[in-house]
């Protein structure tokens, strides 16, 4: 195990995330200690902080959660120092009964931990009496809706590019992989390659998937956001591109699956052989271009009219190959009903 992966992330957080949380985090410093005198405004720092996310809809989810979680905290706490007074042992016991009522009410992991917190640091850090408790909440609230505004309006997160990225990778993967398949049919293959075919189409279920959660990741990231209406219907265009290729997916798995159960060398002498081949590239042709307007910079295509306009018609194959070849057959056909609409 990687001792540094327990706390590095692969990738680093955008600049700007972090900028944006530092502006909230001191704006919320600055606003709450000059509406709220008194003890330093620990509580609106840390909500402005931990309110500043990837998405406006998540900073919106936080807010509830770290406000909902201080709320209970310091009412916990407060009623605590009042019936108990103060020392170390009320606030260990302090914490202890928030766990234990945020486990109560089936809280989320971090509200659950929010509410022990907000109860440690009420009764560490001031006197535990219905004013200061008061204080601490109002000046949560400040710092999360600090934290709200922060995110939306300076350059609010739009989780479209990725998107985009997902479906372009997931088109040119199943393009390559219907080559593949062509060349395999055509060619005689050992049966290491017939399994390495296998394990590659198998690799685009993957690929489906990482694309329609980046697709709702995006759709995630224009709720709440000033500009949604500028995503909204590239996200559509993508979604709808996505419902396209994932039968398309499912498909050329089965026929690569077809292929690897039923091949043998003596395929290749059928007469339709030839034929099937040439239909899959007209199907990898047309899902590159189908997938171009996923691509920011589309690489120019050979022909920009889609090359799968015809039915194939074959001669009936030898007896040994007609299950195979009847199958590829039938994908073919439910592939070209999707490329071209039927």
Known sequence: MNFTATFRATK??????VLKAAVATIAAWLVAGWLIPGPLPVFAAIAALLVVQPSVNQ??????????????????ATGISL?????????????????????????????????????MLVLALGSASPEYAFDRVIETLIGAAIG??????????????????????????????VDRLADAVEQR??????????????????????????????????????????????????????????????????MTRAFADHYDDALHD?????????????????????????????EPMTSEVPALTSALVVTPPKSGHWILVGSLMEDLRRIRGELVGD
Request: hydrophobic share 55%.
């Open 59 to 76: 900073s919106f989810g936080k807010a509830i959660e770290r406000s909902i979680g201080v709320i209970l905290g310091v009412v916990i």
């Open 270 to 298: 059928e007469p339709t052989v030839r034929a099937i081949a040439e239909q899959l590239r007209r199907v990898a042709h047309d899902v590159r271009l189908l997938v171009r307007v996923a691509e920011p910079e589309p």
């Open 148 to 177: 709200i505004v922060v995110n939306a309006l300076i350059v609010p997160p739009v989780a479209v590019a990725p998107a985009r990225g997902e479906v372009a990778l997931l088109g040119g993967e199943l393009a390559a992989s």
């Open 83 to 119: 019936g108990l007074g103060q020392s170390s042992w009320i606030i260990l016991a302090a914490i202890m009964i928030a766990m234990l009522v945020a486990w109560a009410l089936k809280m989320t992991p971090g509200t659950s931990n929010q509410v022990a917190i907000s109860a």
């Open 189 to 254: 293959r050992s049966p290491g390659a017939v399994d390495a075919l296998m394990i590659e189409a198998r690799l685009l279920r993957p690929m489906r998937d990482a694309a329609d959660a980046a697709i709702a990741a995006g759709e995630e990231s224009l709720t709440l956001n000033p500009r949604r209406s500028a995503h909204r219907s590239e996200l559509v265009q993508l979604r709808e591109l996505l419902e396209r290729l994932s039968p398309i997916v499912t498909q050329v798995i089965g």
């Open 12 to 17: 680093r957080v955008p600049i700007l995330q």
